[in-house]
């Protein structure tokens, strides 16, 4: 059974840093592709950034320069640290895990940034 746990989430103030990571088990990591998503209140799921099987990291623009997506496969973990945050960043963080025939999700860990 695959399972991906997110963790690392908190309450923050502006300017702050978290670090999250999403722990994979039942799977051969990696095999996948793997990116974090966000979703704020009141909008739709985007994706934030992503990290192929080889180590290549890309980034939406509103996070480039202050998030960085890692990956250990020998822990199975992808992480997410996220800098100079700021109060649009709040959203609730899904890690994502694919390959071209599926896909698996986390649950989700809540990232509030305020004052």
């Known amino acids: 059974q695959v399972q991906l746990v997110e963790s690392g989430g908190g309450l923050v103030q502006p300017g702050g840093s978290l670090r999250l990571s999403c722990a994979a088990s039942?799977?051969?990591?990696?095999?996948?592709?793997v990116e974090w998503y966000r979703q704020g209140p009141g909008k739709q799921r985007e994706w934030s950034a992503g990290?192929?099987?080889?180590?290549?990291?890309n980034y939406a623009d509103s996070v480039k320069g202050r998030f960085t997506i890692s990956r250990d496969n020998a822990k199975n973990t992808v992480y997410l640290q996220m800098n100079t945050l700021k109060p649009e960043d709040t959203a609730v963080y899904y890690c994502?895990?694919?390959?071209?025939?599926?896909?698996?999700w986390g649950q989700g860990t809540q990232v509030t940034v305020s004052s």
């Open positions: 994502r895990l694919s390959n071209p025939v599926t896909e698996y």
């Open positions: 990290i192929s099987k080889g180590g290549s990291a």
């Open positions: 039942g799977i051969d990591f990696s095999g996948y592709v």
